[in-house]
């Protein structure tokens, strides 16, 4: 893919264990992210998706460095992230910043929108005082928040608000990279195309270079470069986002597609029904962990985990999947 | 990370942002504690209006005097340091009860006696002279009461001051940090709870000279594990909400986190148990004085009042019953503002009043 990447996952891991009885052995794990490794362009947007519970928001929170990864590592702009000091991790969360899901949790119920948004302006020694006010108010005007109202609380505004006021936060420190956390899932449909528009005016304004997460392929065709399809923990598929809708190699890529609601009828669509529940990531399944609900699973499948290899004869189109043709 | 709703969320932050104060003061429990609670903050802070030797306002030899109203000020320890009673009125030998003449203007303070004033009058029943009567040394048990609200109010509040530092700083360091800090926090705290509090502070006290300081230090040193343990709880909770990971995702510094995040977000159940510990150190500090090991004697406090009552139970029984019912009544009152603030936090417990 891209040579020049802002961002580069390798091999990354998070388990998180399992405690159990009376002296709190470590039995098992969980492995919410296992051996992940993708790049993100500069200004590019790579778009996550993946069932609830497959290890999206871990990952992200990983990457920046806010949950412990197990192994693996994380390069942002030129900085192995896990072996930053306490000091060079401050200076590098100014380049790194996260957009929450939930915009009701995600702000302090007992601040004002001005200290909400410059809190990091004052952390960073940036800004203070007036200089901070006059900051913040231009970050909320630019996220087409009033910025009348930074003097108010986060319960007197909407859910959109809030999510403006949540990415106006985020653009205080002029980061260069963004994790989105499912930015618009908890939002009204007319909200979230306004909040995606929003989010891909500010990408092209400052250069941004965005991890998008979320659980809908369709929110992520429209703002994506590439496309991750995620599934218990691992990438199983790869690819530019033309790439995954047109030329889906994975099955499970494949079921999800087939989900999407088609407003356009030339595009004839068999919806795939996955059979059965996501299993648990505590005991994956042997083999691919895809196997128990995939429709064209033979032996090999059971037995051996299938490497993210390129597909289609695509060197950029990854697939992890013993039935894909190479 | 959070499952909650919205809605949920909405109806949270409603309910400690505006209705906290309409929720206490809507029960009647709220009212009444919290009422009782004024009460006594205003005999304790207008003491002197209400008993003093010294009139409130008065005309002496052509001059005006307000001699119980600069007591007011001076002894809360607000007053500027030139800001005295004026002479004659700080001259100790002077009595203004047989200098003033009697068709001198002056209002004299409903009960005309200083805590620590003797009359002739010795274990005197109740009379229109001594409202409450008369101890053994002939002082006014009244004005005695009055002035002992002072000690009720210091220790309940000074000991919880010193219990919520020391609670919210263990509890939420545990509740923050986790892990080890957090295994070693809550055994401390556990070893403390097994303390039988009242003898641990007997002890201690054996070592300091009886104070009103002591006993508010060694109450405050003992009882502040409810409160550590409440932290705990509302320090784990909120750590893990979307607003402090946004704090640490932007390098918000962990002090900085503990005190401007997570702390105002985490007080009002902390509330509810300082509320019950000041009831609880009420009732520790007049046990104390009880036992002797409280307040110093000439300085008033209901608990020993209570103790020189019971000295006399046989000649003088009226004498225990004042600083009882005012025990009871301060324990009472503080226990039902507890209640009433618990209730209007987690309205699932609130019940038709």
């Not at chain 1, 994790?179 to 618009?184: F, R």
């Amino acid at each position: 893919m891209c040579n020049n990447n802002l961002v580069k996952v390798e091999n990354l891991k998070t388990w998180f264990p399992v405690r159990k009885g009376f002296f709190s052995r470590s039995v098992r794990w969980l492995k919410a992210v296992d051996g992940v490794s993708f790049g993100i362009g500069a200004g590019k947007t790579l778009g996550l998706v993946g069932e609830s519970g497959c290890g999206k928001t871990t990952l992200g929170r990983t990457i920046l460095r806010l949950i412990p990864a197990t192994s693996g590592e994380v390069v942002f702009g030129g900085h192995e992230v896990f072996s930053q000091s306490g000091r060079q991790m401050r200076n590098l969360r100014r380049d790194m910043q996260l957009i929450f899901q939930d915009p009701f949790g995600s702000l302090n119920p007992r601040r004002t929108v001005e200290s909400i948004v410059g809190e990091a302006l004052t952390v960073h020694g940036i800004a203070r005082g007036k200089k901070r006010a006059a900051r913040v108010a231009e970050l909320l005007e630019k996220v087409g928040v009033p910025a009348s109202y930074a003097g108010r609380y986060p319960h007197e505004f909407s859910g959109g608000q809030r999510q403006r006021i949540g990415i106006a936060r985020a653009l205080a420190l002029n980061p260069k990279f963004v994790v989105c956390d499912e930015p618009v899932s908890a939002l009204d449909v007319s909200i979230q195309s306004q909040i995606i528009n929003l989010l891909q005016d500010l990408q092209k304004e400052f250069g941004l270079t965005y991890l998008f997460i979320a659980h809908d392929l369709a929110v992520v065709e429209h703002i994506s470069d590439y496309v991750a399809v995620m599934y218990l923990g691992r990438i199983v598929e790869h690819a530019t986002a033309g790439d995954i809708y047109a030329n889906a190699q994975h099955p499970y890529t494949q079921a999800l597609l087939s989900a999407v609601p088609q407003p356009d009828s030339n595009r004839p669509g068999k919806r795939i029904r996955l059979e059965g529940e996501v299993p648990s990531p505590i005991d994956p399944p042997s083999g691919c962990p895809f196997h128990p609900r995939c429709s064209k699973a033979v032996e090999k499948c059971r037995n051996e985990l299938p490497p993210l290899e390129s597909k289609a004869g695509n060197p950029g189109h990854l697939a992890a999947c013993w039935q894909a043709k190479c | 990370m959070t499952e909650r709703t919205g809605q949920n969320f909405e109806s949270e932050v409603k309910t400690v942002r505006c209705s906290l104060w309409r929720g206490v003061l809507g029960s009647v429990r709220g009212r009444i504690g919290f009422g009782f609670l004024v009460l006594m903050l205003g005999v304790w802070v207008f003491g002197p209006l209400l008993a003093s030797n010294q009139p409130i306002v008065c005309r002496y030899r052509g001059q005006w005097y307000f001699p119980a109203m600069v007591e007011v000020v001076q002894s809360r320890g607000m007053g500027p340091h030139w800001f005295e009673k004026s002479s004659p009125f700080n001259l100790p030998q002077f009595d203004a009860k047989s200098e003033l003449d009697a068709d001198e203007f002056a209002i004299w303070p409903l009960i005309p006696f200083h805590e620590g004033e003797q009359t002739e009058d010795v274990l005197a029943g109740p009379s229109r002279r001594h409202w409450l009567g008369s101890d053994e040394l002939g002082r006014d048990v009244a004005a005695r009461m009055i002035h002992g609200t002072a000690v009720s109010v210091k220790v309940g509040l000074v000991s919880m001051g010193i219990a919520v530092i020391i609670g919210v700083m263990l509890g939420g360091l545990a509740g923050y940090r986790g892990g080890w800090v957090d295994f070693v926090i809550s055994r401390v705290i556990e070893t403390v709870m097994c303390f039988p509090v009242f003898f641990m502070i007997l002890s201690i006290l054996v070592w300091f000279e009886p104070s009103i300081v002591n006993v508010m230090i060694v109450i405050g040193l003992t009882r502040w594990t409810a409160i550590a343990r409440y932290s705990r709880g509302e320090f784990m909770r909120i750590k893990n909400l979307d607003y402090v990971i946004s704090a640490r995702s932007q390098g918000v510094g962990n002090l900085r986190i503990m005190f401007g995040h997570i702390l105002p977000n985490s007080l009002t159940p902390i509330l509810v148990s300082v509320s019950f510990g000041v009831a609880a150190a009420v009732l520790v500090e007049a046990g104390l004085s009880w036992l002797g090991f409280g307040v110093p004697d000439p300085q008033p406090s209901w608990g020993s009042l209570l103790k020189s009552a019971y000295e006399h139970l046989r000649v003088a029984p009226y004498l225990v019953y004042p600083p009882c019912v005012a025990i009871f009544l301060a324990v009472l009152s503080y226990n039902l503002l507890g209640e009433a603030l618990r209730d209007a936090i987690d309205p699932r417990s609130r019940k038709s009043l």
